[in-house]
């Protein structure tokens, strides 16, 4: 298949999970483009607008997202997001990169950012919903600091939540992993008086965005399924 085959297909699968839930609002492909060349970005981008979908495409790495932003840009209306981790020594060469940073998990990177920022600037909190030491993200009790810590920012502001869910193949033990980032959302977005519509989920991956789109996915980040398999991440 070709990259606009893998697109099309992917967004036939995004298509038929909201059907198959009955949901009536968006849920957005962002391309998690990892490693790939600027050429090969750019041409994502290309067919991304070609087909009157959200340009978005996810970077884990700051180095990556500043090799490729010239290139991801020449297509009108694009946006890059940070999907990886965050070191604090990056924090000024993420923000002349990218246009929202997904991955906040401490109040301490809330302060740096904002101090440095200069501009209003969107950001999602990520929360480790598996519990998985491995992943990244704040723990749930973390959430409150980290949305007020947002909140009192003078330039930053919570667009949404963002987790990697559960690696496991049982559907029920990754939903669960999901809608505990539903829940999360949905209780800011009562405490901020805001409706939940305006703080997006962004969850799912290749092999399981249908699962996450039932829990309420609006934004399902996928590589393999677009790109092939994955190139390894150091
Ligand atoms: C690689 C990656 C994805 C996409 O994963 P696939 O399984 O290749 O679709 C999504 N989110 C993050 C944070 C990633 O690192």
Redesign the pocket.
């Known amino acids: 298949m070709t990259l606009a085959q893998r697109i099309d297909h992917t967004c036939g699968r995004i298509t038929a999970a909201m059907d198959a839930c009955g949901r009536r609002d968006r849920c957005v492909l962002e391309l998690?483009v990892?490693t790939r060349t600027p050429d090969t970005c750019r041409e994502a981008a290309r067919l991304l607008a070609e087909r009157e979908l959200p340009v978005l495409l996810?970077h884990?790495r700051v180095q990556e997202a500043r090799a490729t932003a010239e290139a991801i840009r020449e297509v009108p209306g694009a946006r890059i997001h940070l999907?990886?981790p965050l070191q604090s020594n990056k924090v000024n060469q993420a923000l002349g990169a990218v246009d929202l940073i997904?991955t906040v998990d401490s109040t301490e990177l809330v302060e740096r950012l904002d101090h440095r920022v200069g501009r209003r600037f969107p950001v999602f909190v990520q929360v480790n919903t598996s519990g998985e030491p491995s992943k990244h993200g704040c723990a749930p009790q973390d959430i409150p600091g980290i949305v007020a810590a947002v909140e009192m920012a003078s330039h930053l502001y919570l667009h949404g939540f963002m987790t990697?869910g559960l690696h496991s193949a049982e559907e029920s033990a990754v939903r669960e992993s999901y809608a505990r980032l539903r829940h999360v959302r949905d209780s800011a977005a009562e405490r901020l008086c805001t409706t939940d519509g305006d703080l997006a989920l962004s969850m799912g991956?290749?092999?399981d965005l249908e699962w996450a789109i039932a829990e309420g996915a609006t934004i399902v980040?996928?590589?393999?399924?677009?790109?092939g398999p994955?190139p390894p991440?150091p």
Do not use: H, P, T
């Open positions: 998690a990892k996810g884990n999907i990886g997904e990697v991956m290749s092999a980040r996928v590589g393999s399924a677009v790109f994955r991440l």
